[in-house]
């Protein structure tokens, strides 16, 4: 009976964390798009907001970003498209998609750090903080690839933890996760290998791999030639023209100075600045400076309005107010914990352990070379890195009881102040923006 209660219990939650978030985020992405920047791209962090919400909710829209996002299309926009004609908006309709996915990430994370041997309360901290940091804040609430991606990708690590070694759910995980993102089937082969760890020696799992992803591919195809049928603007992955949109995305970095910037303000982002956001500014304005004073005066004629790009002011010294200072010392101070923990019981790591670091170093690498705004990017590296530290943490509470004392208590601290933070960063980029309507 008991476990029964607990379930149920545990049930009850999940689907109050689920509401919460998704009427939050909802919430939110209203706000946003209140004013007029979803009509135009790039000017948050370079996130291409119109074409997302297009994607999502228009049959007939050139797809031309599809290239690695290669069932983006089919898996969405049958339910966007229907979601749209029943509110007669593709902002709200693309804002009820994506905010889903963004809640369901919660609920997946609690999910898995449950199914992961973590207690109840436990698992909702680290839930609540993959919830409330920065990243998720924003993408969960401004339609994206990213959340979507970040939902497959705990999908895969829940089937990692429940189903270890089963590739009859991880090649739907693989290619619902590939189908998003094709740079996250890394993620997923991540966590497929750490469920074979045990009791399997290196080139067995190395091998098993490679029929995972052998499996994969034939399964996505066929599905990616049905998406370009359906879709006929849509790319189709295996044509080296259908990534010519993506080229100018390569980092053009010319000197070793450029490219240790570029690391450094990368590194940023994987470990801090994705949870505890930095106070954002204009870095530039629409059109730019170049356009000259006759391309200003047309615009003029024509009623247009200069927009502001903004981004994270990390330039050297990251800039923090008092609550995100706040935020940023307690992330700092748990992470470093974290490190510790890890390091004094390295030997008694968990595989996923593994899994979560190579797939850290996989983001780290590949946005070295690709990439314009790392926030981009960060849905596919904050669950990993979050992970990692619930992880230590667990390893330095049983190394040392006033360690466990200092966790409890700052743990929520560290969410409530996430949370805040998070909030203030989303309501500044409403404020950059609320001239413009």
Known sequence: MSRVRDLVSGQTLNLLLFG???????????AVASTTVMQRGDNMFFHDAPRIVMDITSPGYNHLRTAVHPLYVLFF????????????SHTAAALIVNSFFGALCVVFARLFFTSAGFGDSRATAYALLLGVSASHMFFGSVPSTGIMGAAAIIAGFIVAVKRPGNLKWFVPAGVVSMGVTTTNIVHTLAAYGASLRPGNSFMSVF??????????????????????????????????????????????????GELGR?????????????????????????????VGVRGRKQRRELGLKDMPFITFDVGGIPKYDAPGGFACALWLMLLGTAAWGLRSCWRRRPPLVDAMGI???????????????????????????????????????EASGRVAALVRTALPCLVAATALNSLMMVHDIYWWFAPYR
């Open 20 to 30: 919460c978030f998704w009427a939050g985020y909802c919430a939110l992405g209203a």
């Open 77 to 88: 926009n049958p339910f966007g498209t229907a979601l749209r004609l029943v509110t007669g």
């Open 207 to 256: 091998k098993k791999s490679l029929i995972l992803i052998v499996l994969v591919v034939v399964v996505l195809l066929p599905l990616n030639v049905v998406q370009k049928g359906v879709y006929p603007s849509s790319k189709v992955i295996f044509l080296p023209r259908s990534y010519e949109h993506d080229v100018p995305y390569m980092a053009p970095f010319r000197t070793v």
């Open 262 to 290: 570029r690391v450094y303000k990368l590194v940023g982002h994987v470990f801090l600045y994705s949870y505890a956001a930095p106070k954002t500014y204009i870095s530039s304005w629409e059109p730019p400076d170049d």
């Open 359 to 397: 797939v850290v170093a996989f983001n780290i690498c590949l946005h070295t070379v690709y990439g314009d705004d790392f926030f981009l990017y960060s849905p596919h590296w904050v669950f990993p890195v979050i992970v990692c530290m619930a992880v230590g943490i667990r390893f330095a509470e």
